[in-house]
């Protein structure tokens, strides 16, 4: 540990493996504060969960189509009229309940997101317990890591998903039914995931603003995609190619399978092609980042 | 390459740890969280409720009583709830009559099955044994013969009746045709009598 203007610096020896981008801080800053240790996610465990959510759900929802199958076959054979309530109770399940709940609840969570996200930001910017010194590519790898600050994370991301459901519905519903169609896109919910006022304009737009400066931000480290092209291309191109449509066709292959084996008859299940695009817009920040956390190579 | 290295050796306690923010940061990390898991919460909590058809116990009914709540008069927040009470007690109560019948049903079947079993054995006993007397050809005999003998006899007072009773109709048949021929002379039309008369 060094000190530097009545701050304590961080010594690379005292870091563990998990703080590798305040290691990369450490290389390309004069001082980094030592209340910044432990305080950024891991931007690779995040792309893998990332990655792996839809199928995980894809799964969960395969376990229910079974499961849900096997119960309704037992019920019919023991309890007939416990089956018919069942399968009435399921239909008006989504029916009965209007949405409205959610819709009020996400709108919540994303005022109070993008309210906690901008506090979060402007703390990581002004604090000085999170100020490194240096010169001005430590600035742009403090600025690029922003999104990986734990209170960002947790704030942003969430506001940065509710937005992009909104942008991915707007994109869909201005495309011809056809088209839509064409792209199966067939399913594609009458209303948007958030009412679109005001307030919720505005969010978006903070939110949008926010991205679009983080972005030119990281702009800074897109030179670095050509020494280190090897790594952009496995970590952002086959781990995701594999992790998220290689699996996902792995259990479709699986689910065709199955369905024949029992004889169960009706649609596929299939995850919101929103929630696929979501993890490669995650995947995508996520490689930026760890671009940026080879910056000590300038 | 530190951050390759990291990718193969997954830290839960920093991952999932409290992290070692500063003191604005940990506030604003723990909002955060209470936002994320208000909105899992709702959202999982309703469509878990609803998924398992909890609402159909009573909370629709209380629902629509806290509807009526709205109501600005005491009587009716009164009423209300007083409805939503009984409705409520009403569902409980249907429920656990439900549950005791099945359970008695199913505890009737059970001792209704093992009786039968029982009478079933003691039936067959009764048979074998009927069977040996059979054989022994001494009871069933003597009590097949009085049997016969009083069939035979109500046989017989049955024939006697039927005799009566057939004297009888011919004795009403020949009535009968009497009647019918002096039917047969009489006159026959309006007319006829008109003519007679006048």
Known sequence: MTNHDDVNCIDKSDLELADFLVETLVDVCDCVPTSMQKVYYNPAMLAASAMLLPNFLRVCLLLKKYALHFSMVLAKNFFPSLAQRGTAVIKDVWGDISG??????????????????????????????????GANICYSTHATFGVMYKPVVVSFFGAVVSVFDV???????????????????????????????????????????????????SMTFLPLAVPFFVVVLVFGGCIPLFAIFGMSEMLSRAESALDKKFIIEGAKEKVDKSLLVKAILVQLISTVVLLASTSSFY | ?????????????????????????????????????????????????????????????????????????????????????????????????????????????????????????????????????????????????????????????????????HKKLQRETTKLIAIQSKLAKAPKTILELDRMHF
């Open chain 1, 100 to 133: 409205k709940i959610f819709v009020a609840v996400d709108v919540l969570a994303l005022i109070s997101n993008v309210a906690i996200g901008i506090s979060a930001i402007t703390d990581y910017f002004v604090s000085p317990a999170l100020a490194p010194v």
């Open chain 1, 167 to 217: 942008v991915y519905w707007n994109n869909i519903e201005l495309k011809p039914l056809a088209l839509r169609r064409a792209m199966g896109h067939a399913d594609h919910p009458a209303n948007p995931s958030v009412d679109q006022n005001y307030i919720v304009s505005l969010c978006m737009a903070i939110v949008a603003a926010m991205y679009v400066a983080w972005a030119s931000v």
């Open chain 2, 1 to 165: 390459m530190r951050a390759l290295q990291y990718d193969f050796a997954f830290n839960v306690e920093f991952t999932f740890g409290w992290p070692k923010l500063p003191q604005l940061g940990a506030i604003q990390f723990a909002l955060a969280l209470s936002v994320l898991a208000f909105q899992l919460f709702v959202k999982f909590f309703i469509r878990l409720y609803y998924a398992s058809g909890a609402n159909t116990f009573g909370s629709t009914a209380l629902y629509n009583a806290l509807g009526q709540l709205k109501k600005s008069k005491m009587e009716d927040i009164v009423r209300a709830n007083f409805n939503g009470a009984i409705i409520i007690l009403h569902y409980v109560l249907t429920t656990a009559l439900y549950v005791a019948i099945k359970m008695d049903s199913f505890v009737l079947k059970l001792t209704a099955n093992r009786k039968f079993n029982r009478a079933e054995k003691v039936y067959i006993n009764k048979r074998e044994e009927s069977a040996l007397r059979l054989i022994e050809g001494v009871e069933e005999t003597t009590l097949f013969q009085k049997e016969a003998h009083e069939v035979n006899s109500i046989i017989v007072r049955l024939n006697a009746e039927v005799d009566g009773l």
